[in-house]
């Protein structure tokens, strides 16, 4: 068996890594990501520190083609109906690594105790525990422990280009990373 932790480089999944590893340093917790090949470079930056952090590497998973290769193969960008972008690039590679491991396995999920609304987005293919929901942790207490540790999170740990940023995120991604931006705008052409 198995523990894996699932490690997007958010809030939440970072304040989840660094908490077990303070709570439960004798689990020994394997992590993972699965990167869109979309990201901003702060977002492998924080990965590389949190290796440090964790003393561990976090194995990066994927299908072998990133979330631009897959818009032109499938002809059309993801959206709030048609949102595949998640499911095939994250979702799914997470549940074939799993479903490799040996039976009963465990994945470890950053979800809150206050986002009861959600459940685990891997279903019943994968056993999934979230810590967060058995010891109270809000998103006040997130902040709050990254806060105490000085552990800094990148802004958006998304894809660049995503359809269900804020004004304001594509404001900084045409600011910040012009690069992106336009790839994202001729994308859109």
Not at 4 to 27: F, N, W
Request: aromatic letters at 10%.
């Amino acid at each position: 068996m198995k523990h894996v932790l699932a490690l997007s480089g958010g809030k939440d999944s970072t304040c989840l890594a660094i908490a077990m590893k303070e709570r439960h340093p004798e689990i020994d917790m394997e992590y993972i990501c699965t990167p869109t090949g979309n990201e901003f470079p702060e977002v492998f930056d924080h990965l590389s520190r949190m290796e440090q952090i964790l003393g561990k590497p976090i194995t990066r998973l994927g299908i072998g083609k990133d979330l631009l290769e897959l818009i032109d193969e499938m002809g059309m960008l993801p959206n709030f109906r048609a949102r595949w972008c998640t499911r095939m690039l994250k979702i799914e590679p997470a549940i074939e690594y799993m479903q490799s491991l040996p039976a009963g396995s465990l994945l470890y999920v950053g979800l809150r105790a206050d986002e009861e609304e959600r459940d685990g987005i891997y279903g019943d293919d994968v056993k999934s525990v979230f810590p967060f929901m058995v010891w109270g942790g809000g998103i006040k207490e997130v902040v709050k422990f990254l806060f105490d540790r000085g552990v800094c999170v990148p802004e958006r740990t998304d894809c660049a280009v995503c359809y269900h940023q804020r004004i304001i995120e594509w404001r900084n991604c045409w600011r910040d990373h012009p690069e992106q931006f336009w790839a994202g705008a001729a994308i859109e052409q």
